[in-house]
């Protein structure tokens, strides 16, 4: 079952490195969206400010023909035309300011974004040494018990070993369920009276099976001393298997 939960953390790792990665890449995408924002303003920007120079510079025209009207319907018609260009020049220099303003707040989003960027990077960076250093302590254990089965596994009667990786394979990898309480851990079932003093036989060597999720069952007495504390579970399969 050691063997079981280490497989299953290290089975976790890329889950929790993908998920730091994550984070990292959503602090970026948002930076990136403000700037992104923050150029198209620039770029909205100078359109009006050519918009507003254009509209200007035919208003100087315009003026600069009143010396050759000569009629008064003409007159009225060119101060028309001109009183037009300057609602122009107004509206653009309106739109002109709610670019500027625009640029501004997006100037105070990508400095936020730049901050939470860094910060997000450097909880990141924390995280993943952990993550890295949990992963290389659980890759040694795993070879380290790795290596106990393998001196283990010929040891035990090929039939046993067999009937072992049936159940393996039934239950998701846990086959064995202590008993506590004279119950198996693994599904609740209470322990029949008999099979649960026979378990308890120093000298025992029959393997016992849970009677509902058929794992097999092992029993430890409890710890009353350093020395019982170093003693093996009774049973016929180790616990690291």
């Known amino acids: ?23 990292k890449a ?16 620039v770029k909205d920007r100078k359109r009006y400010e050519l918009d507003v120079e ?8 315009y003026k600069d023909q009143t010396s050759q009207i000569k009629t008064n319907e003409a007159y009225k018609a060119l101060q028309h035309e001109v009183q037009m260009a300057e609602e122009q020049i107004a509206k653009a220099e309106d739109r002109l300011l709610e670019q500027m303003v625009s640029g501004e707040e997006y100037d105070r989003r990508i400095k936020i974004s730049e901050k939470a960027l ?16 949990e992963k290389a302590e659980d890759e040694r254990a795993l070879a380290e018990l790795n290596t106990k089965r393998a001196a283990i596994v010929p040891r035990i009667p090929e039939k046993m070993m067999d009937h072992y990786d049936r159940i393996v394979k039934k239950h998701h990898g846990v086959a064995l369920a202590e008993v506590r309480d004279e119950k198996c851990t693994a599904c609740g079932m209470r322990v029949r009276p008999h099979v649960f003093q026979e ?30 504390a170093s003693s093996a579970p009774t049973g016929s399969l180790s616990n690291e298997t």
């Not at 497989?7 to 890329?14: D, E, G, H, I, Q």
């Open 26 to 41: 959503t602090a970026k995408a948002e930076l990136e969206k403000s700037k992104a924002a923050q150029l198209a303003t």
């Open 1 to 23: 079952m050691r063997l079981q939960d280490v497989r299953a953390r290290l089975a976790v790792f890329p889950k929790k490195i993908a998920e730091t990665e994550a984070r």
């Open 118 to 133: 860094k910060e997000v990077e450097e909880v990141v960076r924390a995280e993943r040494s952990k993550i890295e250093s």
């Open 54 to 61: 254009g509209w200007k510079e035919k208003v100087r025209k």
């Open 199 to 228: 378990m308890r036989r120093a000298n025992s060597d029959e393997m016992f099976h849970c009677e509902t999720c058929t794992r097999i069952l092992y029993y430890s007495e409890p710890v009353s001393s350093a020395a019982t």
